[in-house]
């Protein structure tokens, strides 16, 4: 019977489907792989509300009032104490570099002001180019600091109830004064988009060649393997060149994101990291068999780029391990370089370290794509 | 150098086994040598291993003069390789794929080298055609013409003519014995006896062992066999009969005609003397390259067994 339903035919169906898909070994890894990986990603690693932020302290006395105030900061959870500078100017480019979160500073009268009940005041600056960070660690200040010096009053628990009144903590969200989250999203965006088009595109560039057999041919000609590279993979420069305009054009025609930073420096970055993306799928494409195979190990790169860069999840909430994972992530030091030139202002001198790193991922990445490539097909 | 290629006790093994095991092959200038051999027995390995695709696990030799282990990038630009698979870029046409051949050979100026080409093959009217959109004749015309064009003194083609028309073929071999004469080497590989006919010397290679080479009548004679023609009517009982015969090595129908294959002259008379002769005729016949490969092909099995 030809017409119908026929479980034989069926079962041949399905008996074919399940040998190939056994025999595509990268398939079934991701099968199962990408579950797992989902799984632990957002298990362990994304946390909303993080702690242990960086501060840096912004002091130049060393009285018991201070180390109180710092004590009681420290106790809230969310403040980590990692730099103590002596001048504004020093903390200004710890938090243009993204090395801290807070900058407290406690004025050198603070210890004279509170002993004369005149009001003190401590100033908190957060980095507000990601809205969430900061909200948890604001929102506590309130009683904590009046608290602190309570403590250290106990004697004189009137004095210090009426000068509770008095504590005055000045809260700075810099950058990104009224929290719009669109500052930090367009700009990682940006990241996003072109970690997604670039590594894709370039993924398919060697594998297209072996599954349409034209990869023999273009090994017996004569082009050495640097030659093969550079062909394949400067055409995506100027493809990503036209999406990069088009994303900063839209972001300030569309959401008014503020663009502080040098254009020229943005653009020397944006260019790194885009040499880095198509180097990053030319090698994977040196890796995968069939396009099917390059678009799913794209997909595996591009879903911790998401998750663990910073992108969505604020980096420092992350667990030590996962921040580690998230390092080895161009986007990661794309992530910081575009949102410290767009948003703060940096200059080269500040954004150097993450020009540093992408360019070791350049590096890398041709490297091992070279070393990778076969000149026979052995 | 006296020989375009000279190479010895080539060895290509693929988990342990061997794909092509201690083969040694020479060809001199300006001849058409064809490789010959059932499918996997080694030719596109052992051709690959020629032009410096793949790297030999045991073996040398030069090609070209060159050594074939240590300047497989200097062969590669030297020799023509046409692929069993067409491989050039069906998105592209005949015109365009020539362009970026020529670029890679560095050939000047490129637009000179790719007219003169076309010309050449007859593909100038069809230049601006898509690769992809060419039937199988044109395709192998378009591949042939690529890898003559930087005027290579090898030519290494692997089954050149599979799924190409008999005209198309013709017109192919007519083109490669022109090159042949003007000076160039030509290695080709091929399923077709006729085809094998037409070439200089032959080497038979299967499983992977060089098992013959010579010229067509040095391969046919050395191989020693006997052919007796049958005709008449009911031949298929005739063959029933002879099959697994003493002395009878191959029985194969050809039209009205059984041909009747033995290694063993006097067995193989002594068995044809018995049949019932009324109806048929029985003449002795000419050994064709073709009963000798099937011969070929047969023993190495035998011996296996």
Known sequence: ?378 | MDHVIDVRGMVKRYSGRAVVDHVSIKVAEGEISGFLGPNGSGKTTTIRMMCGLLTPDEGEGTVLGLDVRKDSRRIRSQVGYMTQRFSFYEDLSIEENLNFVARLYDLHPVRDHVRDTLEDLGLTARRRQLAGQLSGGWKQRLALAACVMHKPKLLLLDEPTAGVDPKARREFWDEIHERAAGGMTVLVSTHYMDEAERCHRIHYISHGTLLASGTVDEVVSEAALTTYVIEGPDLADVMAQLTGAPGVDQVAPFGTTLHVVGRDADLLGETIGKLATDGFTVRPGVTSLEDVFIQLMAEPRETAA
Not at chain 1, 15 to 20: A, M, N
Not at chain 1, 185 to 208: D, E, K, Y
């Open chain 1, 1 to 378: 019977m030809i017409a119908g339903f026929s479980f034989h035919r069926l079962y041949a169906l399905l008996d074919k489907e399940s040998i190939q898909m056994r025999r595509d070994r990268i398939t079934f890894g991701m099968m199962l792989g990408i579950p797992l990986l989902l799984l632990v990603l957002f298990g362990y690693a994304i946390n909303n509300d993080p702690k242990h932020l960086p501060t840096a302290l912004v002091t130049t006395s060393q009285d018991h009032y201070t180390r109180a105030m710092v004590t009681a900061l420290e106790m809230t959870g969310y403040y980590h104490f990692n730099h103590i500078v002596e001048s504004a100017e020093e903390a200004e480019r710890l938090f243009e570099k993204g090395d801290v979160s807070f900058v407290v500073t406690i004025p050198s009268d603070f210890a004279r002001r509170v002993q004369r009940n005149d009001h003190p005041r401590i100033l908190i600056e957060a980095d507000a180019t990601d809205p969430s960070v900061a909200s948890g660690a604001i929102s506590t200040l309130g009683t904590v600091a009046a608290q602190a010096l309570l403590r250290e009053q106990p004697a004189a628990a009137e004095a210090a109830e009426a000068m509770q009144g008095q504590l005055e903590v000045i809260v700075h969200k810099r950058y990104n004064p009224e929290g719009i989250t669109q500052y930090n999203v367009v700009p990682g965006l940006l990241g996003v988009i072109l970690q997604m088009t670039m590594v894709m595109m370039t993924s398919m560039a060697l594998t297209r060649e072996l599954e349409r057999g034209t990869m023999e041919n273009l090994l017996s000609l004569p082009a050495t393997p640097l030659e093969i590279m550079l062909g394949k993979i400067l055409p995506y420069l100027i493809v990503g060149a036209v999406q990069v305009g088009v994303i900063l054009v839209a972001a300030k025609l569309l959401f008014s994101v503020p663009f502080v930073g040098g254009l020229g420096l943005l653009l020397a970055g944006v260019l790194i990291f885009v040499l880095a993306l198509v180097l990053l799928g030319y090698l994977i494409s040196t890796m995968a068999r069939t396009q099917m195979q390059a678009m799913q190990l794209a997909f595996f790169f591009f879903l911790p780029s998401i998750l663990l860069s910073g992108f969505i999840f604020p980096f420092r909430g992350m667990p030590g391990w996962a921040q580690l994972v998230g390092e080895l992530l161009p986007l990661t030091h794309f992530l910081r370089m575009v949102r410290a030139i767009m948003l703060k202002g940096a200059t080269f001198d500040t954004v150097a370290n993450h020009f540093g790193a992408l360019l070791l991922f350049v590096f890398a990445f041709a490297g091992i794509a070279l070393l990778r490539f076969r000149r026979t097909l052995d």
